[in-house]
């Protein structure tokens, strides 16, 4: 199937071309169409599945096909996130897509940690607008927004916007969405929380799970290191240095840790630095950018950026602490291994987890070689 076949308005079609997708990825092809038609969508794909476009070209073929009337303040397409570089991310490719239209579609991103103001400023004739909760609510109690005539809501990393985080903020923005809308809501992980939620949000949704584990789950090769807390630097560096790792993506448990080991890295000569939710968000911005771009050789970061962050052929991630939730290590692998490119996933495990470890495993479906440690010189 080529995205011709999807019947999308002609102009968009060269932007899509322009972004080097060839055709349209298992989730493009079932929920595009779905998408287009108006119904209410949940798409379950894994990560790195081409999720992002397969709202983004509904949306805009959407706005192309109805006639945009005088927009003031008022976004017909809600797109809900849950962190600021996700936010940035899935701006992006609005962006790549709404390029030479033959009439201009206006996206905007807003998030919180920078200054309000010129976000207020910049609403004006907004037709999408990205959000994360926290300043879409924001702007709203500041009249800067209307949300009354937003036509699809936009849930990306759904069960993360469903789960007890957000529930008090997510319910005051449907409280102030019109009841009748169209509801696509997108996640790597079902929860339960997202079943029982999406009765309330959906109305008769098509359900899409795309299972396709040869496409994307294969590429991610998983290997793991038995090691005490004590020698997990030393083994990261020794990894770093003798596998001459180029790009590595590091998760710790917390934004302290992640500092430290940023901070021994760069130490050792190293090129590293940290991202957290600590950090200030010119920082953060500043971190994922010098990653991305191979600036900074390791970015050692917190679950902030777990969820659906893409970086370009990123080749190695390396769990230095085990997350608490399975889930948590899925998105976290699934940093690498995306858009047909492989990639390796390594865990760090003290003796103490190994069962924690093996529920994480058996959640996953998935086998992984153990290495020993101590039988290790470096
Ligand atoms: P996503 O799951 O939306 O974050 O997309 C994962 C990666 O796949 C991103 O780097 C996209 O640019 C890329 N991608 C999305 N759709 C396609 C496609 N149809 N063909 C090739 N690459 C794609």
Do not use: C
């Amino acid at each position: 199937m080529s995205f011709e076949d999807l019947k999308l308005h002609p102009s968009i079609l060269p932007n899509i071309a322009a972004l080097g997708y060839e055709s349209p990825t298992p989730i493009q092809m079932q929920a595009i169409p779905v998408a287009i038609k108006g119904r209410d969508l949940l798409g379950i794909a894994k990560t790195g599945s081409g999720k992002t476009a397969s709202f983004v070209i509904p949306i805009l073929n959407q706005l192309l096909s109805n006639p945009l009337g005088e927009r003031n303040r008022k976004p017909e397409a809600l797109v809900l996130v849950p962190t600021r570089e996700l936010a940035l991310q899935v701006a992006d490719v609005f962006k790549a897509l709404s390029q030479n239209l033959p009439q201009p579609i206006q996206s905007l991103v807003v998030y919180g940690g920078v200054s309000i103001n010129p976000q207020m400023k910049a609403m004006y004739g907004v037709n999408i607008l990205i959000a994360t909760p926290g300043r879409l609510l924001d702007l709203q109690r500041s009249n800067a927004i209307d949300l009354s005539e937003v036509k699809t809501l936009v849930l990306d990393e759904a069960d993360k916007m469903l789960n007890l985080g957000f529930k008090k903020e997510m319910q005051e923005i449907f409280d102030l969405l019109p009841k009748k809308r169209q509801n696509l809501l997108f996640s790597a992980t079902l929860s339960e929380q997202l079943s029982g939620l999406n009765n309330v949000l959906l109305t008769d949704p098509v359900v899409l799970e795309i299972d396709s584990p040869a496409e994307t789950e294969e590429l991610i090769n998983l290997s793991g290191y038995f090691v005490s807390d004590d020698r997990k630097g030393p083994l990261l560096r020794h990894l770093i240095k003798s596998q001459k790792m180029k790009q590595v993506l590091v998760f710790t448990s917390s934004g302290n840790k992640a500092d430290k080991v940023a901070w021994k890295l760069y130490k050792n000569g190293i090129d590293a630095s940290s991202i957290h939710g600590k950090k200030s968000q010119s920082a953060r911005t500043q971190a994922l950018k010098d990653f991305k771009s191979g600036k900074v050789k390791v970015l050692v970061a917190t679950d902030l950026i777990s969820r659906g962050i893409d970086i370009n052929e990123l080749p190695y991630v390396i769990n230095y602490e085990l997350p608490r939730s399975p889930k948590d290590f899925v998105h976290r692998v699934g940093r690498t291994g995306r858009a047909k490119t492989e990639g390796l996933a390594i865990t760090f495990v003290t003796r103490e987890e190994t069962h924690h470890f093996k529920v994480i495993l058996k959640k996953m479906k998935r086998y992984m070689d153990m290495v020993d440690s101590e039988t290790l010189e470096f």
